[in-house]
């Protein structure tokens, strides 16, 4: 199994772990057995070519089921999904035995000739819950270890950027130079993992989102991904004061480019972020106010 699929089955277990434990709390559960149904299927993508693995055939992908996740008593559950250029119903049935527990529960899966037969859950909704907080704190901390990780990869890129852009630009002065200042990164990814007073954390967007009807149709793993990189992009420009066009501003320099259209403050904000605030003070040996680095 590739690293892309199981980090894929990985975070869409954790989620579903995390979804079993908010219904379970917030449902009155029934005296008898009950089963826990899937929060996705795996089946094939039909997006076109976009879909399709080197060997020619569709890529298996998990598509979200709409519909409740606990199952109990003899009413039949339906499940729809609609995801990744397919639209399928599904239908769950309780199989209770003499066991205080269920141990199956039929599900029909649309691509198959004969119903599925899947194990229900022996687990007591007690064992559920902790699964739910333990599934809570492994995407904490995924969501942490991102976050921190694309931080760092933000902020080393917009340093370099304006240490090649600086030199090409002719400016007199010191280049940045020395180490991420690492209690700062730790600093910045508390505040962007787990918010402060006035904005919302990742880790509780994420989980938030996670938890609505409207998530399907996205792989978690790369939409995660792609969340945080958003986010941390964002964070980077907006903690080091650097213009929205600062990016476009500094290729522009570096490439040789005309740069008639930007003006001369703009260009100027663009050379000289605020990065003493990600730097090691020793980055600034010669400078007693390393947030002025360059000269003109």
Known sequence: MSHGLSEMNDLARIMHDIRVGEAIEAADLPDGPFAVLPTWWMLPADIGRKSRRSDGENALVPHRLQGPVLLSGNQPAELTTASFGRVDSFTSVLEPTARAVPTWFTHTDPTATDPVRQPASSMPAPDLLLAARAARWQLTEIIEDKVRRTLTSHATATIAAVRDASIAYGRRGSTPHGHLDEQAIQDATTRLAFGDDSNEGLVTHVIRTSLTQSFSGVEPSLWLTRTVNASAKQFVRQWLSDPVEGPKVRAAIIAGDRLDAFGDTLIR????????????????????????????
């Open 269 to 296: 904000r663009s050379l000289e972020p605020e990065l003493a605030r990600v730097l090691t003070a020793d980055a600034f040996p010669d400078d007693d106010d390393p947030r002025h680095w360059i000269t003109s």
